[in-house]
């Protein structure tokens, strides 16, 4: 039974840093891609950073690029994103994403972790 399990959400002030972990269990993930995703309130879920498995290349959204960096540790089954310089609009729900396989639509999610950046 594949687990995605994200921690490292919390409360922090404009500018400041935090750095989001997903535990994974249950698969075989050093191949596939993992990603992330926020949603804030009233809004639609959007893309925020992945990582492929089989080269580690890595994808942001524009909103974030320069600022959050998404990583892997395949020892550990575990994907992180590193967040800095936040802005109170990155408030939101943050969920991590696998594909089954080296490409494809992301089939599994974990249950999701709060973000709040204060002004």
């Known amino acids: 039974q594949v687990q995605l399990v994200e921690s490292g959400g919390g409360l922090v002030q404009a500018g400041g840093s935090l750095r989001l972990s997903c535990a994974a269990s249950?698969?075989?993930?050093?191949?596939?891609?993992m990603g992330w995703f926020r949603q804030a309130p009233g809004k639609e879920r959007e893309f925020v950073a992945a990582i492929r498995g089989i080269d580690s290349s890595t994808y942001y959204a524009d909103s974030v690029k320069g600022r959050f960096t998404i990583s892997r540790d395949n020892a550990k089954n575990t994907v992180y994103l590193q967040m800095n310089s936040l802005k109170p609009e990155d408030t939101a729900i943050y969920y991590c994403?696998?594909?089954?396989?080296?490409?494809?639509?992301?089939?599994?999610w974990g249950q999701g972790t709060q973000v709040t950046v204060s002004s």
């Open positions: 249950g698969g075989t993930f050093s191949s596939y891609v």
């Open positions: 994403a696998s594909t089954r396989g080296a490409t494809g639509t992301y089939y599994y």
